[in-house]
């Protein structure tokens, strides 16, 4: 696998924003000295200003603390626990990051103690006290674990940006961790140059995970979560400030009835001392969301226990026959009745029922689908009038019953394969499972879902349907390093239809959020010994990706790493596809532009191309690409001289391959257009090929 923390051999320019084609007067001053600009005729072109080096896409992907993160730690802190002691997390972290020591807290508990809003008070607090010349709070960023190779993080490769308070959410994924003391020790040297820098670091981890008693430096960077902030006070605090609704903090009253039975709020009785503050703010958020009345008390109540009292119930009431009804109507949802039926005689394996006599003496089955909690109009029946309740039964099902695992993914990929009443409702049954994977943590699910590429469907609509249901789970908390790895395996898969379902995931969200990751399953997706659908997938995708804002950089650092290592295939493929104007010139343009100012990546320009020219695995595409520079060349997309020198450069290292004699001295039965025509005449070579020396060795012999 490639080290893609190692730069290119060349550095990209900053990507600049379109200059319009008639750009509104600048002040005088405003212009560079010595810069003049002659714009015209750019009806077909893209006016590119290529800038300074910039980082080679080395660092972690880094994005803003989103502000409703901010709100909460600065609007609806709780710092008092459910005992009436103290929450001295966030604290104890504000006391290291602002030592002499390392800029690092490492905040460490279990699950459901509120660690990371506890790292984000502490880089909040800091912020305000260590503000920057203009007086601003320092700028706050979350770091995605983008790693190379999650279970051997290169800290080599975290921002280090002066005066920044970073974010690093490891909780997921350190117990995977090879060596953890190394990567321990990295990160107190990482903070060290942080504390001089004016920048400091949040680590959030797990309960036993950081190797605190490997030495003193690293177990002193480590902040224990002790104690849980008041759940009820996080929950009222949330409707009052957060969501400005002070009435409804009548239904979170923990007075006692004059009775002495219970609490006087309604809804105070659903958090406990052992509830964690996310589950406060999620009853907060459906009391907020809610009608002011009794009515939407009542549905905000089984919203927020998942309609686990319901669910119960409906079990306890009714018999195998009724159960599997309400697996099929929560999976069917708004199918016909009768279809419903018939796919839960499926799951129990049975045929319909040839009795007469039981069949009239049994109730209605809109009664038994009442019953389940289902809604009935006409001939059609859904639980959709109630939101979560499916997920709700789905959830129960596999906690409690955990023997019908199997027999469930089984007749769930019977029933949606094409023909089937499942197949229109894929989507929606996938969304259900992700649901289920995300809560119980659980890749049997995900694994069942990658079996539905090869149902019968090879629609585009059926894959890229299946991607982004592992788009999500990839980017879920607990489950999503799982799903990350199964992505790499199922990359290196032997079916076409796997590996282009995803090269499909990294064409979307997945390679804004995991680019580094996204570059390594796409290597491997090149790598297939045939162009097929995956490996153009997988093109598309590196395109798609090179052009997002600020990915250029990254793409070609890595890019150009990979072309220059020998017989590298995904690496020549890579190349051509980046530089390939036909579709979207940008990337072309951007790279030209700095190998005007940049040798080094003009070098890498020439390195890329005299590797693929000697690849005839790619020969048709070395062909392909030239022509189309030409073309390019001819409309006035890119820099005339510059892609003559560097194309004459290429032809006449490799005049005799066959991909540059076709260019050069044309072949039989093509004809070229005038762009190819023009620039062979430019490229001043002779008309017809020379005899070459061996040819002419043989001759006199």
């Not at 993160?69 to 929450?87: F, P, Q, Y």
């Not at 659908?533 to 804002?549: D, F, G, N, Q």
């Amino acid at each position: 696998m490639s080290d893609l923390n190692t730069p290119g051999p060349g550095a990209v320019p900053p990507l600049p924003p379109a200059v319009p084609a008639t750009p509104p007067a600048a002040p005088a001053s405003a212009e560079p000295a010595g810069m003049e600009v002659d714009v015209h005729e750019v009806e077909r072109s893209q006016i590119i200003i290529a800038g300074r080096d910039v980082n080679m896409g080395k660092r972690l992907p880094e994005t803003d603390i989103p502000k409703a993160d901010l709100d909460v730690v600065s609007r609806a802190w709780v710092d008092t626990a459910h005992d009436g002691g103290a929450v001295t997390a966030p604290g104890d972290a504000v006391s290291l990051l602002t030592s002499d020591g390392p800029a690092l807290a490492v905040i460490a508990g279990p699950v459901g103690f509120g660690k990371r809003t506890a790292g984000i008070r502490a880089l909040w607090q800091v912020s305000l006290a260590d503000r920057n010349d203009d007086g601003e709070p320092l700028p706050l960023k979350a770091i995605q674990p983008d790693w190379d190779k999650p279970e051997a993080p290169d800290i080599g490769s975290l921002p280090d940006r002066p005066g920044t308070g970073y974010l690093l959410d490891v909780a997921a994924e350190i117990s995977g961790w090879e060596k953890p003391e190394e990567v321990a020790k990295a990160l107190v040297t990482h903070a060290e140059k942080l504390r001089r820098a004016g920048s400091c670091l949040v680590v959030v981890a797990d309960e036993h995970s950081w190797p605190e008693d490997e030495s003193g430096t690293v177990g002193r960077v480590v902040v224990r979560t002790k104690n849980r902030p008041d759940p009820h006070r996080v929950a009222e605090k949330h409707l009052e400030y957060l969501y400005r609704k002070p009435e409804r903090l009548r239904w979170l009253n923990t007075a006692t009835n004059a009775d002495g039975t219970g609490m006087v709020g309604q809804a105070a009785h659903l958090l406990s001392d052992a509830s964690s503050p996310a589950d406060a703010a999620r009853l907060a958020d459906e009391l907020a969301r809610t009608e002011n009345s009794a009515e939407g008390l009542k549905t905000a109540m089984a919203a927020f226990q998942q309609w686990r009292t319901q669910v119960v119930n409906v079990f306890k009431q009714t018999g195998p026959a009724d159960r599997a009804l309400l697996i099929a109507t929560l999976f069917l949802s708004g199918s016909e009745a009768t279809s419903i039926q018939n796919a839960s005689y499926r799951l129990l394996n049975k045929g319909p029922q040839e009795d007469v006599e039981i069949i009239l003496s049994g109730p209605d089955l809109a009664t038994r689908l009442r019953s389940v909690g289902a809604k009935v109009t006409e001939r059609h029946a859904t639980l959709d009038h109630k939101p979560g309740y499916a997920q709700a039964v789905l959830n129960h099902l596999w906690q409690q019953r955990p023997d019908i695992h199997k027999h469930l993914l089984k007749w769930l990929d019977a029933i949606t394969t094409p023909g089937e009443p499942g197949a229109s409702r894929l989507a929606a049954i996938s969304t259900l499972l992700v649901e289920l994977a995300i809560t119980q943590n659980d890749i049997k699910v995900i694994d069942q879902i990658r079996t539905w590429i090869d149902n019968g469907n090879t629609t585009t609509e059926h894959r890229q349907l299946i991607a982004g249901v592992f788009t999500q789970a990839a980017e879920a908390d607990t489950l999503g390093p799982k799903v990350r790895s199964r992505l790499l395996d199922w990359a290196q898969a032997d079916k076409e239809s796997v590996a282009t379902v995803v090269a499909l995931v990294c064409q979307g969200q997945f390679a804004d959020h995991y680019p580094r990751q996204t570059l390594v399953r796409l290597r491997h997706i090149l790598d297939r010994p045939d162009t097929d659908i995956a490996v153009r997938t997988a093109e598309k995708a590196l395109r798609s990706m090179a052009a997002h804002p600020g990915q250029l950089a990254r793409v070609w650092a890595t890019v150009s790493k990979w072309a220059t290592e020998p017989g590298h295939l995904a690496g020549h493929r890579a190349f051509l596809s980046l530089l390939d104007p036909r579709d979207d010139a940008h990337a072309l343009q951007v790279l030209m532009e700095a190998a005007e100012q940049a040798t080094d990546v003009r070098t890498a320009l020439l390195n890329g191309w005299n590797d693929a020219l000697a690849d005839t695995r790619v020969a048709t595409r070395c062909r392909d690409l030239m022509i189309a520079w030409a073309r390019a060349r001819a409309e006035g997309l890119v820099p005339y001289d510059l892609v003559t020198d560097i194309l004459r450069q290429v032809v006449t290292e490799h005049l005799y391959t066959s991909p540059v004699a076709a260019l050069v001295f044309g072949e039989p039965g093509v004809q070229y257009d005038e762009p190819v025509i023009a620039l062979r005449k430019d490229l001043q070579l002779p008309v017809l090929p020379p005899t070459p020396p061996q040819a002419a060795e043989a001759k006199e012999s």
